[in-house]
């Protein structure tokens, strides 16, 4: 799988959070739990001074690697974390990070992409990882999705 090393700046992003693990693929339940409710209950929509019409799946407080437990974070970038409605805000460091493009079904491709990345022999860092959804087609079979994984 092609990636590219890139550095990102600092990103404040605002959304829910939800405490879970990969074991017993509890975190496929959780994580479609959460967009679920992101986008169902209007979250997103009320979440005020987005950056742009992106949303992040973001990976972070990790116990360890990816086999122990984390905090999954549906949200989106902000210019401005005034939300006072209950919702979690984080802050994306800064540093460098893998970056994989992916291109098709929003739930298949990301899926097989991370199973990919687990078997990758990357240094990770384990600090914020996290999906970036462009949302560039009314077809969710046809959406771009960049994968970055936070490296040492």
Not at 10 to 20: A, E, F, L, M, Q
């Amino acid at each position: 799988m092609q990636y590219e090393i890139v550095t990102l700046t600092k990103k404040v992003v605002v959304g829910k959070s939800i405490r879970t693990t990969n074991k017993n693929e509890q975190s496929m339940k959780d994580i479609g739990a959460m967009w679920e409710k992101f986008i169902n209950e209007s979250i997103y929509e009320n979440i005020r001074n987005k950056v742009d019409g992106k949303g992040i799946g973001l990976y972070t407080k990790y116990d360890g690697d990816a086999t122990k437990p984390y905090t999954f974070m549906c949200c989106c970038e902000v210019t401005e974390p005034d939300n006072s409605d209950g919702l979690d805000k984080k802050i994306i460091n800064e540093g460098k990070y893998a970056k994989f493009t992916i291109k098709g079904n929003m739930v298949k491709e990301v899926g097989e992409a991370w199973y990919e990345i687990w078997n990758m022999d990357l240094d990770r860092k384990y600090d914020s990882d996290f999906e970036l959804y462009h949302n560039d087609s009314e077809d969710m079979n046809n959406q771009t999705i960049d994968i970055f994984i936070s490296l040492n």
